[in-house]
């Protein structure tokens, strides 16, 4: 499972959410998806607690999965040197054409370092530019 043992903040979850009687009022919706994960992300590597979690998600056009898979299994090399990479996963179940992306950062910081550091090596310009060719709509 990706979100459990040092993969995130449990005890904070259980603290501040579950804790709170009235849950409902801090839901605003709700949606279910089954994940896969991409074959060239790997597994998620344990980590220590306190990271940031970044879940950037991409609702892509119809028929265009594989190819963004091409280009990101391409471009992933570019983000793996400071294991910053904890997971892609396209929707199979839920709504489909949806791509989603975990980054792990120590902090804000880090994560602003790291992803300029990116834009510093060659070939990362090209996959953000696939990116934006009209295939996906970055949705959050």
């Not at 279910?32 to 607690?49: H, I, K, T, V, Y």
């Not at 990271?51 to 570019?78: C, V």
């Not at 550091?117 to 295939?135: F, I, M």
């Amino acid at each position: 499972m990706l979100l459990t043992g040092k993969t995130w903040n449990a005890p904070f979850f259980n603290r501040n959410i579950c804790s709170t009687r009235r849950k409902e009022e801090r839901v605003v919706s709700r949606s279910n998806e089954l994940l896969l994960p991409f074959s060239f992300w790997g597994q998620p590597p344990e980590r220590e607690p306190g990271n940031l979690y970044e879940l950037r998600s991409y609702h892509l056009r119809p028929g265009t999965l594989i190819e963004w898979a091409n280009n990101w299994s391409r471009g992933i090399s570019h983000r793996r040197e400071q294991d910053e990479a904890v997971a892609g996963m396209f929707c199979q179940i839920g709504d489909l054409y949806v791509v989603h992306h975990l980054w792990a950062y120590k902090d804000l910081q880090t994560r602003k370092d790291i992803r300029e550091a990116a834009w510093r090596k060659p070939g990362w310009d090209e996959c953000v530019a696939y990116t934006g060719k009209g295939y996906p709509v970055m949705v959050n």
